[in-house]
T-cell receptor, first 115, second 110 residues
Framework: EAGVAQSPRYKIIEKRQSVAFWCNPISGHATLYWYQQILGQGPKLLIQFQNNGVVDDSQLPKDRFSAERLKGVDSTLKIQPAKLEDSAVYLC?????????????FGPGTRLTVL | DQQVKQNSPSLSVQEGRISILNCDYTNSMFDYFLWYKKYPAEGPTFLISISSIKDKNEDGRFTVFLNKSAKHLSLHIVPSQPGDSAVYFCAASDFNKFYFGSGTKLNVKP
């Protein structure tokens, strides 16, 4: 079974520019998560989708971050405009259902550097 | 507010010995706990999990122990191998949402 795919793997941009990340979850996984992982910290949830609906976006900085999951499969996360503190690894994860003992599986992440 | 804490940023162990990684949590509503392993430039990989109705789960060289009264879980790796060198994250879930610790970097010396 193919894992969670993410692209690009690396991105370097200047502050105030825009950037977008793409995620393709494991086939059949209804739940999709975007996390931000700053160096030395654990992943922090940005947004969670169940199919194509948003379940939790309480920690998404909505003035600059947006995400969508059209047709309940692929998802994109956008930052516009980027700030220096957005430098981090952005991880996408998926999970079969929302059941409490379902494991979530991570993609390789996109490392963003904002100069 | 950090609901899951890993207080040891790093741990060094000799090959063949036991590695014990610790994790504390504050939310008594957490009902599922997981350990992930992360190599550089890769995403976290699921390692082992435990439901709150159990106190121990074993998978090969890896055992997770859960002490609900102390709100503490630990991961035991026996015997440790150089390939186990990685960052280990513990995570806790309250149904739909996952909370992660800050990670412990394990170095297994040959």
């Amino acid at each position: 079974e193919a894992g969670v795919a993410q692209s690009p793997r690396y991105k370097i941009i200047e502050k105030r520019q825009s950037v977008a990340f793409w995620c393709n979850p494991i086939s059949g996984h209804a739940t999709l998560y975007w996390y931000q992982q700053i160096l030395g910290q654990g992943p922090k949830l940005l947004i969670q989708f169940q199919n194509n609906g948003v379940v939790d976006d309480s920690q998404l900085p909505k003035d600059r971050f947006s995400a969508e999951r059209l047709k309940g499969v692929d998802s994109t996360l956008k930052i516009q405009p980027a700030k220096l503190e957005d430098s981090a690894v952005y991880l996408c994860a998926s999970r079969r259902t929302g059941g409490s003992t379902d494991t979530q599986y991570f993609g390789p992440g996109t490392r963003l550097t904002v100069l | 507010d950090q609901q899951v804490k890993q207080n040891s940023p790093s741990l060094s162990v000799q090959e063949g010995r036991i590695s014990i990684l610790n994790c504390d949590y504050t939310n008594s509503m957490f009902d599922y706990f997981l350990w992930y392993k992360k190599y550089p430039a890769e995403g976290p990989t699921f390692l082992i999990s435990i439901s709150s109705i159990k106190d121990k789960n074993e998978d090969g060289r890896f055992t997770v122990f859960l002490n609900k009264s102390a709100k503490h879980l630990s991961l035991h790796i026996v015997p440790s191998q150089p390939g186990d060198s990685a960052v280990y994250f513990c995570a806790a879930s309250d149904f739909n949402k996952f909370y992660f610790g800050s990670g412990t970097k394990l170095n297994v010396k040959p």
